[in-house]
T-cell receptor, first 116, second 117 residues
């Protein structure tokens, strides 16, 4: 029974390129969250999605960042025109029910993005 | 405002020692949940425990135990007889039932635990 899958595990991009991070939630989970972990920091919420809907993107930078969770396929976090400050670990989590305080979010292994 | 503080940045112990990781939280919500996650060197985040604000009973799971005290807004984590495999970064997190961040996890900065043989 696979957990949350993320790929790639490591991604290197040059400044100005695009980064696409993919996340497949646990089987039976239809709610996905993206978090970012900057060096020496805890994780910070970015965006919460259900299938075909962005529910809460309050933690996502207004420019260059976008997320989607299509009806079929994984959730995608897209960063356009990356800058060095985007270098971080990006974690995806999923839960079976809609976002509630008591829901446990299960995390994937993360994607480490390095911008040169 | 909501906040989680893990004052211990790094802790180093020798195998078989007991170790306690501190977590202090701030919230105005009366209903909230507290979590601990483990991040081993391989990088993934492993869920350890969830506790709601109405249940102050301490919990024990094998060598792990958690002490929740609302009076001091703390949710501390103790590892008894530590082992090298316990070496990891441990994160405490808060989730509020109401407010703008409802359901989002608010993480502390983590405590890096090194257990030496």
């Amino acid at each position: 029974n696979a957990g949350v899958m993320q790929n790639p595990r490591h991604l290197v991009r040059r400044r100005g390129q695009e980064a696409r991070l993919r996340c497949s939630p646990m089987k039976g989970h239809s709610h996905v969250y993206w978090y970012r972990q900057l060096p020496e920091e805890g994780l910070k919420f970015m965006v919460y999605l259900q299938k075909e809907n962005i529910i809460d993107e309050s933690g996502m930078p207004k420019e260059r960042f976008s997320a989607e969770f299509p009806k079929e396929g994984p959730s995608i976090l897209r960063i356009q025109q990356v800058v060095r400050g985007d270098s971080a670990a990006y974690f995806c989590a999923s839960s079976p029910q809609r976002r509630e305080a008591e829901e446990t979010q299960y995390f994937g292994p993360g994607t480490r993005l390095l911008v040169l | 405002a909501q906040k989680v503080t893990q004052a211990q940045t790094e802790i180093s112990v020798v195998e078989k020692e007991d170790v306690t990781l501190d977590c202090v939280y701030e919230t105005r919500d009366t209903t909230y949940y507290l979590f601990w996650y483990k991040q081993p060197p391989s990088g993934e985040l492993v869920f350890l425990i969830r506790r709601n604000s109405f249940d102050e009973q301490n919990e024990i799971s094998g060598r792990y135990s958690w002490n929740f005290q609302k009076s001091t807004s703390s949710f501390n984590f103790t590892i008894t007889a530590s082992q090298v495999v316990d070496s990891a970064v441990y994160f405490c997190a808060l989730s509020e039932a109401r407010g703008g961040s409802q359901g989002n996890l608010i993480f502390g900065k983590g405590t890096k635990l090194s257990v030496k043989p």
